[in-house]
């Protein structure tokens, strides 16, 4: 707005001029013309680079330009930038005259697309124009909608139909979906053990937990069968490239009614759920002690394997944990009110009563505290 004020008045200014030169005789105007001219020569021969030419300047020099012959007296720009500076004006003279193309539709309907687009990443121009004629009635033209889509850039690996990402697959699939993985273990003689995690994607339930010294497809398959049921409802199984998964391993998985997703080389992003599981694992119970012996480890990780899914809260289930609790809050008849005193009520806890620890109970104790020490 400010700019087309200024343009406004500079060219209402340069009018002004003009008009005052016309009142002037003859002679002044040509000497004061020679006069220019000289000065311009001078700029010229120093070879002093103008500064850029505005938008007012190049609208009055195209209206002198129609009084006498320019070509002669141009020397700021070339002849072909001044045709050009023409050929603009006339386009904007004409944009504003001609008012050409259909109208635009109303802001409501143009972010009611944007928010169907960004919801529906699938959906293309003519999805979204059926189902704005089916059920809301509004007949628009699968080019208009394509002109107020969102431009989003264009993913790495190329993706011109636009299918739908990796995690949204896992979401629509996460009950159906079981992943397994491999983490490494050493021992206090740094003796290597493998760990198998096998979870559910829905849950995060941890389904198996096994530990070997020397890990094979036979051993993995063995571990699977005993951790799947009979009458599952699983369709996917999801693992990575490592050797132990052979396509004879697959290939015996097929049977158990599984469709095996492999993850991309190098990816292991693509099975985050379960190196997320091996993370917690490593944090909360292996960087906690030093494995003895393999059975040492296994009896560990069975202890901790109940912790996983029935007490330890996970924010992405509510908070929830994977296996629900069957007894929910403390219930009210097990506390009852204690007057302390000199104050307010409380509530003490009547049962289940902790039975005090025996000489066998102390000596645990003691031997926890030294090491943790």
């Known amino acids: 707005m400010i700019e087309s004020c200024l343009l406004w008045l500079n060219l209402v200014a340069d009018l002004l001029r003009f008009l005052l030169l016309g009142v002037r ?12 001219r000289k000065q311009l020569a001078f700029y010229q021969e120093r070879s002093i680079k103008p500064r ?7 609208l009055t020099l195209l209206w002198l330009s129609r009084l006498f012959d320019w070509r002669s007296a141009l020397t700021v720009v070339t002849p072909r930038t001044f045709v050009d500076w023409h050929r603009q004006g006339f386009q904007l003279f004409w944009r504003r005259r001609c008012q050409s193309g259909r109208p635009s539709i109303p802001p409501e309907l143009q972010h009611l697309i944007r928010r169907m687009a960004s919801e529906n990443p699938s959906w293309g121009e003519e999805r979204i124009a059926n189902e704005l004629l089916l059920k809301l009635g509004l007949r628009v033209s699968p080019r208009t909608i394509r002109k107020y889509l969102p431009k989003s850039p264009a993913p790495p690996g190329g993706n011109p139909r636009h299918d739908q990402r990796w995690s949204t697959f896992l979401k629509n699939h996460a009950a159906a979906i079981i992943a397994c993985d491999f983490c490494v273990v050493a021992s206090a003689t740094f003796r290597l053990f493998y760990v198998l995690v096998v979870m559910e994607h829905a849950s995060r339930r941890l389904i198996h937990l096994n530990v070997t010294a020397h890990p094979t497809a036979a051993w993995t398959l063995q571990q699977l069968r005993e951790a799947i049921p009979s009458d599952h409802a699983y369709r996917f199984i999801l693992h990575d490239r490592d050797a132990i998964f052979s396509p004879g391993f697959d290939a015996s998985l097929a049977h158990l009614d599984l469709e095996i997703i492999t993850t991309p080389v190098r990816s292991p992003q693509a099975n985050a759920l379960c190196e997320r599981l091996i993370g917690t694992l490593r944090w909360e119970c292996l960087d906690w002690i030093i494995p003895l012996t393999e059975d040492h480890l296994r009896r560990t990780l069975w202890s901790w394997l109940p912790h996983y899914n029935r007490g330890r809260p996970h924010t992405s289930l509510g908070p929830g944990f994977p296996v629900p609790r069957r007894t929910g809050a403390t219930p009210a008849a097990s506390l009852r009110p204690a007057q302390p005193r000199g104050g307010a009520p409380r509530l ?18 003691k031997f926890l505290r030294t090491t943790h020490s």
């Open 348 to 365: 003490e806890r009547t049962s289940p009563r902790v039975q005090p620890l025996g000489p066998r109970g102390l000596k645990v104790v």
């Open 25 to 36: 005789s003859k002679s002044s105007l040509a000497a004061e013309n020679l006069f220019l």
């Open 52 to 58: 850029r030419i505005s938008h007012p300047t190049r």
